[in-house]
């Protein structure tokens, strides 16, 4: 069927399906005509018709369809653009479209957040056109979108994977940023291989980690698994194992699990000079409910929260049952950013025993939590120019320059200073706490770059 038989056979329901097949079959090219009669009042064409094969091209079609829903005139081109790209024609269906169209990054970026905030899954189309916007900003912000949006997203997003459409590349990493179980079969299997290669090939990187990690002077990852209560073990690189843990900007890492980024998974990394380094805040399965009765009272903005102090008691009971079973076992963590709501610690264990556990928060005014006598890998430590006077006014014996990662490369593994040099064995794992177990496995990854999440 030509293509001007096809078009006069849009009209007729017999054979409209035929007619549909020799129009898409046609190539890309006729979409942009099919717009202009869509919209046209004095079309000649079947306007069922020309949004069944405008349907037919799926994703390839869709930046094209909402340019034109950006610049609709009339309330008819609007729900006929909608109706031709599976959307609801609501009132503000033509703004979203002229923001996701807009010439201004920012515009087109905040576009995307507020679609995603909003859990507005009828317009998820409008977002896959910045998915291969050509400012990394708008594409991140897309991705986190669709992660917003959930599983509900994911047949069209499979859908634009298995098109032409420029945005198929950026597609797997909207699918991992909802779950890495989303994509396709095909699509998990290029995953996995890639991840392998650069797991081979990589080199840990030194990085300053920013909240808690422990070391453990093991080389056996699946007990330090169990004594975690870890599940789900998947095998990724350094960097990506390490990405939530090195700030707290706008990562995928983190924006997938929102305010249990710390706390869904956990990081054990490879064997580095005789020492295993878990990074996260672990939640076992008896911890769960505990767990989620803190974290409602620290997310609740009106309410008056307080901590008790019992996590002091919880990382030094941790810390002697870990080193019980391993010989020896440390706590670090800190939050350094240069303002008040810094703090620091680190628990020293032994045999079973805690040695020493300092902590600092400057948030408060009020002396350091300390237990043990001072530890050998506190003396000798650099000291700035006031001394060891902290900011308050008050002496505690630990000058400002003393760190927890100081403190980590005298008694275990620095993380700041990881390199080449370092005795590295196996690889590290992301693996579920009884938090993530619920959650899964997500965040996002590039199929062209899995060595980082994307952002």
Known sequence: MDLQTAAAAL?????????????????????????????????????????????????????????????????????????????????????????????????????????????????????VPLLADPVQRVRDEAIGAFGRLGRSAVPLLRRVRGSRAP??????????????????????????????????????????????????????????????????????????????????????????????????????????????????????????????HELNRLLDIEGDYTPDGREHQRRQARCAALSEQFGQAHWYGQNYESGCDDWWGWCLAEQGKVLRYYYRDWSEYIEPIQFGPGHAAETGLPIDSTGT????????????TVRPMLIAGRTSVDPSRISANTRTRGHGVLALTACGRRLGHRGALSIENPVRAVG
């Open 11 to 127: 009209a007729d329901a017999s054979l409209r399906d035929e007619a549909v097949d020799a129009m898409a079959a046609a190539g890309d090219y006729v979409i942009e005509p099919l717009l202009d009669e869509l919209v046209d009042p004095d079309s000649w064409l079947d306007r069922s018709g020309v949004i069944a094969v405008l349907r037919r091209f799926g994703p390839v079609a869709y930046r094209p369809l909402i340019v034109q829903l950006a610049i609709a005139q009339t309330p008819d081109a609007v729900e006929l653009c909608c109706r031709a790209l599976g959307i609801t024609a609501a009132s503000d269906a033509a703004d979203f479209a002229l923001q996701v169209c807009s010439e201004d990054a920012e515009v087109r970026a905040g576009s995307a957040f507020v679609l995603g905030y909003r859990r507005r899954s009828e317009y998820a189309p409008l977002l």
């Open 389 to 400: 006077e902290n900011r308050f006014g008050r002496q505690d014996g630990i000058p400002d």
């Open 167 to 292: 945005e198929r590349r950026y597609a797997l990493a909207a699918l991992t940023q909802i779950g890495w179980d989303t994509p396709e079969p095909r699509d998990s299997a290029i995953l996995a291989r890639l991840m392998r290669a650069k797991i081979a090939a990589e080199v840990p990187q030194a990085f300053a980690p920013q909240d808690s990690w422990y070391a453990i002077e093991t080389t056996d990852r699946a007990a330090v698994l169990d004594a975690f209560d870890l599940s789900d073990p998947v095998a990724v690189t350094w960097s990506i194992g390490t990405d939530t843990w090195r700030g707290h900007d706008a990562r995928h890492s983190r924006a997938a699990y929102d305010e249990h980024a710390d706390c869904a998974r956990m990081y054990v990394s490879p064997v580095l000079d005789g020492w295993t380094l878990v990074f996260g805040t672990p939640v076992a399965d008896g911890e769960l409910d505990r767990h989620d």
